[in-house]
């Protein structure tokens, strides 16, 4: 019954989605009050119906169902509780349940939280939200239901969760990936409202930009996880692999990148209006671009849900209506709203124009690695692999290029700079971060590596020029360094976020340039040294897990003859499925971290043993959180609710109605 319950919330939730999608925005064109104030409520129906299916969907999991398809194939009586929850998003169906309720999660949000928008352009976000709402419910329902049975027959126990997914990171990556991804349909809506309500001016950006900014740290958050997950559950030593599946989430994290930056100059500068626009239909094209490669079986690979072309052909169709559609109402909206405008070259908008620019190149060469072997492969023209030969050497320069022109942008001022204040200012932190870029790797690595100076200049670069353009803003003030807390949060979010990027660019080039690693045969007792370090292998013992048997090594770990680690290694072999698993042993710091690694089990009790030590690895993760915390701090700047009860001022005095078909 409780299936069939789900399926049902499901089928209403479909519902009251096409109700959103037609009846507001039917409103929006008639002028009427009373249909375009239905958005509100409608929509938190949606949330409703989808978070009491997905709530059965847990409680089916916890219970052991498997009636249910999706419970036999993601779950057994051996799992954990906390993986059977997880297993919620484990599979296909689940995870695809999991994104309808965080769209609908993120609509009641802008619904409750954006009251001070006029009813009109609301009633359109919303609408639009609505639309992208049917299509996943439609996908739901016609191919991927989750309380799908197989009755009257059914196994009386069910496959186990993948074991790659019975990990704590996978517990808490795929939901806030999925907030990031999702999130960026709210800025797709607004710009969408926008260029229905035939206006583009600088309101809809302003209204927009704290949703973007915190959709956008979310993502980041969801991406560091996935790698941090990578790098020490895989048992690689890895923390990038360029796989399609994580270019997928980080394409769309680039363009949402581009997009906060716009968002910011058409808000203050009112400029840059279509471009703008454009960088929200293609940000939220490509998340639903990472949806098709994950779930139509195009890739094979370890985060790829679903292998069906059905599923496949479903989500390109509806990608085609989105992008297609979306770009059909650009072209005959954007003769109306495009703005001319001249731009001085020593000003914040140019350089974030150029900011731009380099960023959608650095997307474009993402998204040509990863689709041309699959065009390659589809046209019959041959197997092709792009791999990371091709992108570190195509994307990397351009992302050293990126941070010389955001270390620029802290000393400039919007309109226009005076050039003898710009080249002044710039001399003394560009000395300190040549001179410290140069010393820093040569005196830690013992000898003259070029690209590991070369990172470091730019990174010190990055975040001297940030630091001492905030200071110089204070001083121009006029309060001196007190001034520094009278800079907004927004701007302080920008400070964060650039310090964070050049924390990830120090920790990429440090443990690219200096991780040394050796692949060894260890019985117990003996040692094997990598550098300064001495690993020895004291024993193999056999342990129990909840849902399977383990061999756990105990390796001491000697600096100088002195203890300094011990890690635990294992090598599981998972009860259900019989599939065996490596598990790290790591000694994590913050300026090193030991890895090692079990292989094979060798003839007379000895092991493959992989030993590593990765310095600075920490500072990528460490970055990825102050670039996230910068978007959030942003997000939290009061000027946006200042200026969001300014416009509910004007609508008031205006009444709803007419202000809202203004814009």
Same mark, same amino acid.
């Given at each position: 019954?409780?299936?069939?319950?789900?399926?049902?919330?499901?089928?209403?939730?479909?519902?009251?989605?096409?109700?959103?999608?037609?009846?507001?925005?039917?409103?929006?064109?008639?002028?009427?009050?009373?249909?375009?104030?239905?958005?509100?409520?409608?929509?938190?129906?949606?949330?409703?119906?989808?978070?009491?299916?997905?709530?059965? #969907? !847990?409680? @089916? =999991? /916890?219970?052991?169902?498997? &009636? %249910?398809?999706?419970? $036999?194939? *993601?779950?057994?009586?051996? +799992?954990?509780?906390?993986?059977?929850?997880?297993?919620?998003?484990?599979?296909?169906?689940?995870?695809? #349940? !999991?994104? @309808? =309720? /965080?769209?609908?999660?993120? &609509? %009641?949000?802008?619904? $409750?939280? *954006?009251?001070?928008?006029? +009813?009109?352009?609301?009633?359109?976000?919303?609408?639009?939200?609505?639309?992208?709402?049917?299509?996943? #419910? !439609?996908?739901? =329902?016609?191919?991927?239901?989750?309380?799908?049975?197989?009755?009257?027959?059914?196994?009386?126990?069910?496959?186990?969760?993948?074991?790659?997914?019975?990990?704590?990171?996978?517990?808490?990556?795929?939901?806030? #990936?999925?907030?990031?991804?999702?999130?960026?349909?709210?800025?797709?809506?607004?710009?969408?409202?926008?260029?229905?309500?035939?206006?583009?001016?600088?309101?809809?950006?302003?209204?927009?930009?704290?949703?973007?900014?915190?959709?956008?740290?979310?993502?980041?958050?969801?991406?560091?996880?996935?790698?941090?997950?990578?790098?020490?559950?895989?048992?690689?030593?890895?923390?990038?692999?360029?796989?399609?599946?994580?270019?997928?989430?980080?394409?769309?994290?680039?363009?949402?990148?581009?997009?906060?930056?716009?968002?910011?100059?058409?808000?203050?500068?009112?400029?840059?209006?279509?471009?703008?626009?454009?960088?929200?239909?293609?940000?939220?094209?490509?998340?639903?671009?990472?949806?098709?490669?994950?779930?139509?079986?195009?890739?094979?690979?370890?985060?790829?849900?679903?292998?069906?072309?059905?599923?496949?052909?479903?989500?390109?169709?509806?990608?085609?209506?989105?992008?297609?559609?979306?770009?059909?109402?650009?072209?005959?909206?954007?003769?109306?709203?495009?703005?001319?405008?001249?731009?001085?070259?020593?000003?914040?908008?140019?350089?974030?124009?150029?900011?731009?620019?380099?960023?959608?190149?650095?997307?474009?060469?993402?998204?040509?690695?990863?689709?041309?072997?699959?065009?390659?492969?589809?046209?019959?023209?041959?197997?092709?692999?792009?791999?990371?030969?091709?992108?570190?050497?195509?994307?990397?320069?351009?992302?050293?290029?990126?941070?010389?022109?955001?270390?620029?942008?802290?000393?400039?001022?919007?309109?226009?700079?005076?050039?003898?204040?710009?080249?002044?200012?710039?001399?003394?932190?560009?000395?300190?971060?040549?001179?410290?870029?140069?010393?820093?790797?040569?005196?830690?690595?013992?000898?003259?590596?070029?690209?590991?100076?070369?990172?470091?200049?730019?990174?010190?670069?990055?975040?001297?020029?940030?630091?001492?353009?905030?200071?110089?803003?204070?001083?121009?003030?006029?309060?001196?360094?007190?001034?520094?807390?009278?800079?907004?949060?927004?701007?302080?979010?920008?400070?964060?976020?650039?310090?964070?990027?050049?924390?990830?660019?120090?920790?990429?080039?440090?443990?690219?340039?200096?991780?040394?690693?050796?692949?060894?045969?260890?019985?117990?007792?003996?040692?094997?040294?990598?550098?300064?370090?001495?690993?020895?292998?004291?024993?193999?013992?056999?342990?129990?897990?909840?849902?399977?048997?383990?061999?756990?090594?105990?390796?001491?770990?000697?600096?100088?003859?002195?203890?300094?680690?011990?890690?635990?290694?294992?090598?599981?072999?998972?009860?259900?499925?019989?599939?065996?698993?490596?598990?790290?042993?790591?000694?994590?710091?913050?300026?090193?971290?030991?890895?090692?690694?079990?292989?094979?089990?060798?003839?007379?009790?000895?092991?493959?043993?992989?030993?590593?030590?990765?310095?600075?690895?920490?500072?990528?993760?460490?970055?990825?959180?102050?670039?996230?915390?910068?978007?959030?701090?942003?997000?939290?700047?009061?000027?946006?609710?200042?200026?969001?009860?300014?416009?509910?001022?004007?609508?008031?005095?205006?009444?709803?109605?007419?202000?809202?078909?203004?814009?």
């Amino acid at each position: 019954m409780i299936p069939e319950l789900g399926s049902f919330c499901l089928v209403l939730a479909l519902c009251l989605a096409v109700v959103v999608a037609v009846v507001p925005l039917w409103g929006s064109y008639k002028n009427q009050g009373v249909l375009m104030a239905m958005a509100s409520p409608l929509t938190a129906g949606v949330f409703t119906f989808t978070a009491i299916a997905f709530a059965l #969907l !847990l409680v @089916v =999991l /916890i219970n052991d169902d498997f &009636s %249910v398809n999706y419970v $036999a194939a *993601s779950s057994n009586t051996q +799992l954990p509780v906390y993986y059977k929850i997880s297993a919620a998003w484990g599979g296909h169906e689940g995870s695809l #349940l !999991l994104w @309808v =309720l /965080i769209l609908a999660g993120w &609509s %009641v949000a802008v619904a $409750a939280f *954006s009251k001070s928008l006029p +009813l009109a352009m609301r009633a359109r976000v919303l609408s639009i939200m609505g639309m992208i709402t049917v299509g996943f #419910l !439609l996908f739901i =329902l016609m191919t991927s239901n989750p309380f799908a049975r197989s009755l009257p027959f059914f196994p009386p126990e069910g496959n186990d969760l993948n074991p790659l997914l019975q990990d704590i990171g996978l517990i808490f990556h795929p939901p806030m #990936l999925y907030l990031g991804y999702v999130g960026f349909s709210v800025p797709f809506a607004f710009a969408i409202a926008a260029l229905l309500g035939g206006r583009l001016d600088a309101a809809w950006a302003r209204w927009s930009r704290p949703w973007t900014n915190l959709a956008w740290a979310c993502l980041t958050l969801g991406i560091a996880l996935g790698s941090w997950w990578a790098y020490y559950e895989l048992g690689w030593g890895g923390w990038w692999f360029w796989d399609p599946v994580e270019n997928a989430s980080f394409m769309p994290w680039l363009m949402g990148t581009a997009l906060v930056h716009s968002l910011a100059v058409t808000d203050k500068r009112g400029v840059f209006r279509s471009w703008t626009v454009l960088l929200a239909i293609f940000t939220f094209s490509l998340s639903l671009l990472g949806t098709f490669l994950v779930r139509s079986g195009v890739l094979t690979s370890v985060h790829a849900f679903a292998a069906d072309p059905s599923r496949g052909m479903f989500i390109l169709v509806f990608l085609f209506i989105v992008v297609g559609g979306s770009l059909l109402l650009f072209a005959l909206r954007a003769p109306q709203v495009t703005q001319s405008s001249r731009l001085n070259f020593l000003s914040l908008e140019n350089f974030l124009l150029i900011n731009n620019v380099i960023l959608l190149a650095a997307c474009l060469t993402v998204l040509f690695g990863t689709l041309f072997p699959i065009v390659a492969d589809a046209l019959d023209l041959g197997k092709y692999s792009v791999g990371a030969p091709y992108f570190n050497a195509v994307f990397l320069p351009m992302m050293l290029v990126l941070m010389v022109f955001m270390g620029t942008s802290a000393w400039l001022s919007w309109k226009q700079t005076r050039a003898f204040n710009w080249q002044r200012t710039l001399l003394v932190p560009a000395l300190a971060a040549m001179l410290l870029g140069f010393a820093f790797p040569s005196v830690y690595g013992g000898e003259f590596n070029w690209k590991a100076v070369l990172g470091s200049v730019f990174g010190f670069w990055l975040v001297l020029h940030t630091v001492a353009g905030a200071v110089q803003k204070s001083r121009l003030s006029r309060r001196g360094v007190a001034g520094l807390t009278k800079l907004s949060r927004s701007y302080w979010g920008m400070v964060l976020g650039h310090i964070g990027f050049a924390v990830v660019a120090f920790g990429v080039i440090m443990t690219t340039q200096f991780s040394v690693e050796r692949d060894v045969k260890l019985a117990p007792g003996q040692s094997a040294t990598l550098g300064d370090y001495e690993f020895r292998l004291d024993q193999v013992s056999a342990v129990e897990g909840s849902n399977y048997l383990s061999d756990m090594g105990f390796v001491t770990v000697k600096l100088n003859g002195e203890t300094v680690a011990t890690l635990y290694p294992e090598k599981r072999r998972y009860l259900a499925s019989g599939q065996v698993m490596t598990e790290a042993g790591i000694d994590a710091g913050l300026f090193r971290d030991l890895y090692l690694s079990l292989g094979e089990q060798l003839e007379g009790g000895a092991w493959a043993v992989r030993v590593q030590v990765k310095p600075f690895v920490r500072w990528l993760w460490l970055g990825g959180i102050l670039i996230a915390l910068g978007g959030i701090w942003a997000v939290m700047d009061p000027r946006y609710r200042k200026k969001l009860v300014v416009g509910r001022s004007r609508s008031k005095a205006q009444g709803n109605l007419a202000a809202g078909a203004s814009v």
